[in-house]
């Protein structure tokens, strides 16, 4: 039953991350061919940001985000020769974005779940 | 002669005319006749002078060499002719008159030479198409093996599970899966729509385990449900979400 816990959590990470991509896919406007070139870079860059957040819990808060911008430097002509400039700085505001909308459904949830108790009073 | 009687009778009803006729030796000839005749001839003859051979046509000679050059002579004589153009043949057939003096049986240049390799060159055309059958034999055989491949290939698939989970392997490796998932989520509706789907803690769990922004992080560690602002709240103000999240 653990197990298929762990597999039931992994599904539905890979679920969001589903998600994630067709957000940033359709913000950027990604060609087919571009998506081809584009995901297998930021799958690494994503990596390493996870490394990151792994051996974030006992480091300095200013060294971590350096650490953070290191990456997202260390990651930035690769991201400029597939998409370009203009839409490698899109990319990092359609990461905030995509967060910001599963936080908007979460509030929508709440919301929903608070009104039917407003009423009842 | 009763019998002469007889057919005299007869004559007489057939031709009164032959049988009153006087029976006379109609072949008789003058006594002497022939004892002169070779004489008699010979003097007919030299006498008629149309046909006599006289001394002159004697002494008119053949030319010498009359013979030998005769052939030439008359090649010449046709050669100097001059051949008037019949106006009959220049009017009715206009397009024979400019052909008559063209040699229509003409061949192009070199072509009893090259005609050999022409011979040999339309052979080995031949050969081309011999080469055209076996191709088709290729195809047969191309067809036959595609045919074998898909059959065992559906063997395969059908009866071996772990080949069946090595191809998903492979797949995996060329495409990643959740980014074949994320083809579904054609524009923002359907993704809107997939994030319906998700449970609240699943949200939460990712965006902690995610949180690389330092506002977005004391914003998901932070979040509880009870908490946020209302629907109406956030509606009236699109920077509802920002002021919670300084507020936090």
Redo the contacts between chains.
């Keep these: 039953m653990g197990a298929k816990a762990q597999e039931d959590e992994a599904r539905k990470a890979e679920k969001i991350q589903a998600l994630k991509i067709a957000f940033i896919t359709q913000k950027l406007e990604l060609t087919s061919d571009e998506a081809q070139k584009f995901w297998p870079v930021y799958s690494q860059y994503e990596n390493d940001m996870k490394q990151l957040l792994l051996d974030k819990k006992n480091a300095d808060v200013i060294d971590s985000d350096e650490g953070l911008l290191n990456i997202r430097k260390k990651y930035r002509p690769e991201f400029i020769k597939v998409i370009g400039q203009p839409r490698m700085n899109k990319l990092f505001n359609a990461e905030k974005e995509f967060r910001g909308v599963l936080l908007r459904h979460l509030q929508n949830r709440a919301d929903n779940q608070q009104r039917p108790m407003f009423r009842r009073k | 002669m009763d019998h002469s009687i007889e057919i005299l009778l007869e004559l007489k009803q057939i031709s009164p005319f032959l049988s009153e006729m006087k029976k006379v030796n109609v072949f008789s000839v003058p006594p002497g006749y022939f004892t002169n005749l070779d004489q008699q001839i010979l003097e007919n003859t030299l006498t008629h002078s149309t046909l006599s051979l006289t001394s002159e046509t004697h002494n008119r000679d053949v030319p010498a060499g009359y013979f030998e050059n005769l052939a030439g002579n008359i090649l010449e004589k046709i050669k100097k002719l001059q051949v008037t153009e019949p106006d009959e043949l220049i009017e009715q057939y206009p397009l024979l008159y400019s052909l008559r003096k063209e040699n229509i049986f003409t061949v192009p240049e070199n072509y009893f030479e090259k005609l050999p390799e022409e011979v040999l060159g339309a052979l080995n055309q031949g050969k081309v198409r011999t080469i055209g059958k076996t191709r088709s034999l290729w195809n047969y055989a191309v067809a036959a093996t595609v045919t074998g491949l898909i059959a065992i290939s559906s063997l395969l698939v059908t009866n071996t599970s772990s080949d069946n989970a090595a191809q998903n392997g492979m797949a995996k490796n060329t495409v990643?899966?959740?980014?074949q998932?994320?083809?579904?989520?054609?524009?923002?509706e359907?993704?809107?729509e997939?994030?319906?789907?998700?449970s609240?803690d699943?949200?939460?769990k990712?965006?902690e385990?995610?949180?690389?922004?330092?506002d977005?992080e004391a914003?998901?560690s932070g979040?509880t449900?009870?908490g946020?602002?209302?629907?109406?709240e956030?509606l009236k103000n699109e920077k509802t979400?920002d002021t919670y999240l300084n507020q936090n």
């Excluded at chain 2, 997939?194 to 998700?198: F, N």
């Design positions: 990643p899966e959740y980014i998932d994320s083809y579904q989520y054609k524009n923002e359907a993704i809107n997939g994030i319906k789907e998700l609240s699943d949200i939460i990712y965006l385990a995610t949180a690389n922004d330092t977005n914003f998901a979040v449900e009870k946020l602002p209302d629907q109406e956030y979400l």
